[in-house]
């Protein structure tokens, strides 16, 4: 049974493709195609836009799918959300959809927006934040460089940022904050109630979060005499605990563990200083937790 999955055009492709080849899927897509080839007899692929995602998949046009969670809101889509994936376009984390004014601006809180005007591609979120806020504003539809409609065009904006550079760069200020996002694998609901799909989903979730789980992170496996064992293993900090073999020679041990990559370079070192020999460092596609 062929799953039909949507995968994300735009600002999250690039990102997704990266992360569906370290759970050990080769996606590729011909220029200006919208049907990537994916190296599963069992599963087809259609690039969407993560806008328009959660729609499809809720009327069944796909299987299941990678959007992010305010697009699903946005929608008012009813779908199954399998998991969150957190991962973005610039770095694996959540983005954020602000409320930004101008630097010089007198907003201070959503209560000075009564009366005022709002630029936003999240135009549903925005109105029933606003709503629910107690809040009266016009809130209109932005379709693309929302920055440069300040302060000619809007009073403030609802933008979505992953570290804030963008705004600050525009000399803009975040006031609040209305949602924060992640990218979710959804199912379309009949399909995650069908044995065969659900399985599907589940075995390709479980190597999308195992990937994810293996970012920035490496392996590290070396021997050591058992007698420097307790003094090498205080060195190793460890995912959990370190593995530990017997070798051949009953005098000596191996270990196995998992580090972040950011902190190998500090403790090898020191793994040698504590009696460490043959230390190898390796790179890690999955974890499966």
């Given amino acids: 049974m062929t799953l039909k999955l949507g995968l994300p055009k735009g600002s999250l492709q690039n990102a997704t493709f990266d992360l569906m080849r370290?759970?050990?899927?080769?996606?590729?897509?011909?220029?200006?195609?919208?049907?990537?080839?994916?190296?599963?007899?069992?599963?087809?692929?259609?690039?969407?836009?993560?806008?328009?995602?959660?729609?499809?998949?809720?009327?069944?046009?796909?299987?299941?799918?990678?959007?992010?969670?305010?697009?699903?809101?946005?929608?008012?889509?009813?779908?199954?959300?399998?998991?969150?994936?957190?991962?973005?376009?610039?770095?694996?984390?959540?983005?954020?959809?602000?409320?930004?004014?101008?630097?010089?601006?007198?907003?201070r809180s959503v209560a000075d927006l009564e009366g005022k005007t709002l630029a936003t591609e999240?135009?549903?979120?925005?109105?029933?934040?606003?709503?629910?806020?107690?809040?009266?504003?016009?809130?209109?539809?932005?379709?693309?460089?929302t920055e440069a409609k300040l302060p000619q065009l809007a009073d403030a904006i609802v933008e979505v940022t992953e570290t804030g550079s963008s705004l600050r760069a525009n000399k803009l200020r975040i006031v609040e904050t209305v949602l924060e996002s992640s990218t979710q694998f959804i199912a379309n609901r009949d399909a995650w109630q069908d044995p065969v799909k659900r399985g599907q989903i589940e075995d390709m979730v479980m190597l999308l979060q195992a990937a994810i789980a293996a970012l920035d992170k490496v392996g590290l496996m070396l021997n050591v005499k058992a007698t420097d064992l307790d003094a090498v293993l205080e060195v190793l900090p460890a995912l959990r605990t370190p593995t530990v073999s017997h070798l051949s020679d009953g005098e000596w041990r191996a270990v196995n563990t998992i580090l972040e990559e950011n902190v190998v370079r500090h403790i090898i070192p020191r793994l040698k200083e504590a009696g460490a020999e043959g230390i190898v460092e390796f790179p890690l596609n999955k974890i499966v937790m």
């Fill in 22 to 107: 370290r759970a050990g899927y080769v996606v590729k897509v011909a220029e200006r195609s919208y049907y990537p080839v994916i190296d599963d007899p069992d599963i087809s692929c259609m690039l969407v836009r993560a806008q328009e995602m959660a729609r499809y998949v809720e009327d069944g046009a796909l299987d299941c799918g990678l959007t992010g969670h305010d697009w699903v809101v946005e929608n008012e889509a009813n779908v199954h959300a399998v998991c969150s994936l957190v991962y973005a376009k610039q770095s694996f984390g959540t983005v954020r959809w602000v409320l930004a004014v101008p630097e010089t601006s007198d907003i």
């Fill in 122 to 145: 999240l135009v549903g979120v925005t109105k029933r934040w606003l709503a629910a806020n107690g809040v009266s504003a016009k809130v209109e539809f932005s379709w693309g460089a």
